[in-house]
């Protein structure tokens, strides 16, 4: 158990007059106590242990609180094991651990066509019988699944979870089975937040000038602690962080901005799941940071997914975040962004002189819905943006904008004079095109003015359905105070 910190552990009990006496009341207490003691002990007991001597497959299923949500609208297997298939306001999940190939199964309400499995270079192809739907993963995976006329349903396959000691004096261990409130969580150097798969943390996360902060495990954070629009609150926020970590849990309900990093260097994410719906639910916000590496994540936004900013946040204590931005890293990664939002945005807040050698490399953009765009950098401050790389980008769907790089004055400038952007490339871009598209999706290059400006952008092996791009009509490209747009 965990001595030093406080919260809640929800509980539901039925029936008013059940207890009578305070006697009566401890001796209660202490039954359920035991009986949950036991309860989650068991489930840990039942959880299968990878066996490297055989090449039979695992499955490990995750134990969740009873008081959560549970999908009207799906049910799934995993090798015959029933897995809870969480409900949100976004879009359902389903999560477990796995080691080698796994049979899934899932057992839809209706069915009205039109299955799709995303990422597509997954190649994996669906078996349908009426209401069911079967395939096989490889192993640890992370898929959404698209059926028409309901949302989609993510599935999270980890590895095989190792749980740490909560003996450990630096660890703050969270078991599965339960639902902990604990508000606003703050860490310290040199330690470990774990939240167990099936466990749920509701609340939200800081760190403030500290190293070695280590946030695991493929438990569930809730940001539905707070009230949108009255307490919102950033689900992860670390300030002026070095050398840590955030990796491999689920986030959900997020009342603003989802993991932020402000003024930190050396940061790794990785295999982080998210499912945000309300407007400003960016995915990552890395504000005025430097050697930072997104990884192997999905993220599902109701706005930016990434978003690389410098700025000062004057909500509720003021934190200067204006820095410059570099060597910021975002590989093998799935998005999905909603309301307006871009799938990767420079932008828009960029009050600092220099943002240099942003790449994104290897991702698949499956969605950018309503007005936003794939290709994002909005410079609305003074920054000069130099060295932009996006390589190995496949793009499954998008309607409004596919490019979007412009030097701009917004209400969100704060700066008295403009900045520029230069040394751009597109490199190895797949793009699917859709009847939708045509009419209604452009993409644009604009500066300012004559002085400041967007120049020495080049696409390599851009590609439209398969065909090289080679022109900027091709594109429905607008272009205005840029110069040496090139096509090889």
Same mark, same amino acid.
């Given at each position: ?184 969580? +703050?860490? #310290? $150097? ?7 798969? %099936? =466990?749920? @943390?509701? &609340? *939200?996360?800081?760190? /403030? ?61 990785? +295999?982080? #799941? $998210? ?7 960016? %995915? =990552?916000? @890395?504000? &005025? *940071?430097?050697?930072? /590496? ?61 943002? +240099? ?15 936003? &765009? ?115």
């Amino acid at each position: 158990m965990i001595m030093s910190l406080k919260f809640k552990i929800l509980s539901k009990m039925r029936g008013k007059n059940s207890i009578r006496t305070k006697g009566l009341n401890c001796v209660f207490l202490v039954l359920i106590v035991l009986s949950t003691s036991a309860l989650v002990a068991k489930s840990h007991s039942n959880i299968p242990k990878a066996d490297t001597s055989k090449n039979e497959s695992v499955v490990q299923v995750y134990t969740y609180p009873r008081f959560c949500p549970e999908s009207k609208r799906f049910k799934l297997k995993a090798n015959g094991k029933e897995i809870f298939v969480y409900h949100t306001s976004a879009d359902p999940f389903a999560a477990f651990s796995c080691d080698g190939e796994v049979e899934i199964e899932i057992e839809m309400l209706n069915n009205e066509g039109g299955i799709s499995i995303n990422p597509i270079k997954e190649n994996i192809i669906p078996k349908i019988e009426g209401k069911f739907i079967r395939f096989k993963i490889p192993g640890p995976i992370k898929l959404a699944i698209e059926v028409a006329g309901v949302p989609q349903l993510f599935l999270y396959a980890n590895p095989i979870e190792s749980v740490p000691s909560a003996n450990d004096p630096n660890i703050k261990l969270f078991r599965a089975g339960q639902i902990y409130e604990v508000g606003e969580l +703050n860490l #310290k $150097e040199n330690e470990t937040l774990y939240i167990e798969g %099936g =466990a749920v @943390l509701r &609340g *939200c996360i800081r760190a /403030k000038s500290a190293k070695n902060i280590h946030i695991n495990g493929f438990g569930v954070l809730d940001g539905g602690y707070y009230d949108r629009g009255k307490d919102s609150h950033r689900s992860i926020l670390f300030a002026e962080c070095q050398n840590s970590i955030i990796e491999n849990i689920i986030m959900i309900e997020p009342t603003s901005w989802m993991i932020v990093l402000g003024a930190c260097e050396n940061i790794t994410i990785k +295999n982080v #799941k $998210e499912l945000g719906k309300v407007m400003g639910s960016d %995915g =990552a916000d @890395l504000v &005025g *940071c430097q050697n930072i /590496k997104i990884e192997n994540c999905m993220f599902r936004n109701g706005d930016d997914c990434i978003a690389i900013k410098s700025m000062v946040f004057r909500r509720r204590d003021n934190q200067d975040f204006a820095k410059n931005i570099e060597n910021i890293e975002i590989t093998n990664c799935s998005f999905i962004a909603y309301n307006g939002g871009q799938a990767m945005e420079i932008g828009h807040e960029l009050r600092t002189p220099s943002v +240099n050698n942003i790449r994104f490399t290897n991702c698949d953009i499956l969605g950018v819905h309503d007005q936003g &765009g794939v290709f994002g950098i909005h410079n609305c401050d003074r920054a000069i943006i130099s060295n932009v790389l996006y390589e190995n980008i496949r793009v499954e769907h998008f309607y409004n904008k596919l490019i979007d790089f412009r030097i701009i004055k917004s209400r969100w400038t704060e700066d008295s004079i403009r900045g520029s952007a230069k040394n751009i490339t597109l490199k190895n871009i797949d793009v699917k095109v859709s009847e939708y598209n045509e009419g209604y999706s452009i993409s644009l290059i604009g500066g300012y003015d004559a002085k400041h400006t967007i120049e020495n952008v080049v696409f390599d092996n851009f590609r439209l359905n398969g065909i090289k791009v080679q022109n900027a009509d091709q594109l429905d490209l607008y272009i205005k105070q840029a110069s040496k747009i090139s096509f090889k």
